[in-house]
């Protein structure tokens, strides 16, 4: 069975930082896509940033030069270090998986076939 579990989320005041983990275990994630996504309330699920095995990354536009996404292939996990932090930041953070090297759809979340049960961060103002 394979499961993602995020950590390291909190409360944090404004252009402070957090980095989130997401631990996969079930299977080797070696070769996979790996990506983050959040929601904040009353929004829709929307991308913040992916890594491929090829260490190809991309970032949504509101967190460039902010976050930065990495992996360990060695713990089969992935980072997202968050810095500078805004209030509208605030979301619940999601980890996702896909095992399969597709290369388009990185940005939209139909793509993943695993998905974490979400860690909270918050910044307040």
């Known amino acids: 069975q394979v499961q993602l579990v995020e950590s390291g989320g909190g409360l944090v005041q404004a252009g402070g930082s957090l980095r989130l983990s997401c631990v996969a275990s079930g299977r080797t994630f070696s070769n996979a896509i790996m990506g983050w996504f959040r929601q904040a309330p009353g929004k829709e699920r929307e991308f913040v940033a992916v890594?491929?095995?090829?260490?190809?990354?991309l970032y949504a536009d509101s967190v460039k030069g902010r976050f930065s996404i990495s992996r360990d292939n060695a713990k089969n996990t992935v980072y997202l270090q968050m810095n500078s932090l805004k209030p509208e930041d605030t979301a619940v953070y999601y980890c996702a998986a896909e095992p399969r090297q597709y290369s388009s759809g990185l940005y939209d979340e139909r793509t993943y076939d695993y998905w974490g049960q979400g860690t909270q961060v918050t910044v307040s103002s």
């Open positions: 890594i491929r095995a090829s260490r190809v990354i």
